[in-house]
Nanobody, 125 residues
Framework: QVQLVESGGGLVQAGGSLRLACAAS????????MGWFRQAPGKEREFVAA????????NYADSVKGRFTISRDNAKSTAYLQMNSLKPEDTAVYYC??????????????????WGQGTQVTVSS
């Protein structure tokens, strides 16, 4: 069992930056792939970014490529999402998730076994 806790959300102006963190409990963090998803009001939860266990495979949604960077620190059992050049359309609750099939940076929600509670990101225009 893995517990995930997100932090770092908040209110920022368009063009600003935020860094989200996802702290994981348990000793097996380094074997999991990690993903970030987001859900805006009235919309489906959508993929944002994913990183495999080693950091050697990374995927991004087209909407965030060049602006967001996913990373991980296995020694700290933490995954990160650096978000730059934020836009109002990035406003959503951001969730981190862990995938026991750690070799892939999967973009599918169904691939992930554990989810955090989410952190709100609001970008004002």
């Amino acid at each position: 069992q893995v517990q995930l806790v997100e932090s770092g959300g908040g209110l920022v102006q368009a063009g600003g930056s935020l860094r989200l963190a996802c702290a994981a409990s348990g000793r097996t963090f380094s074997s999991y792939a990690m993903g970030w998803f987001r859900q805006a009001p009235g919309k489906e939860r959508e993929f944002v970014a994913a990183i495999n266990w080693s950091g050697g495979r990374i995927n991004y949604a087209d909407s965030v490529k060049g602006r967001f960077t996913i990373s991980r620190d296995n020694a700290k059992s933490t995954a990160y999402l650096q978000m730059n050049s934020l836009k109002p359309e990035d406003t959503a609750v951001y969730y981190c998730a862990a995938d026991r099939g750690g070799s892939y940076a999967d973009t599918r929600r169904s691939a992930y076994d554990y989810w955090g509670q989410g952190t709100q990101v609001t970008v004002s225009s």
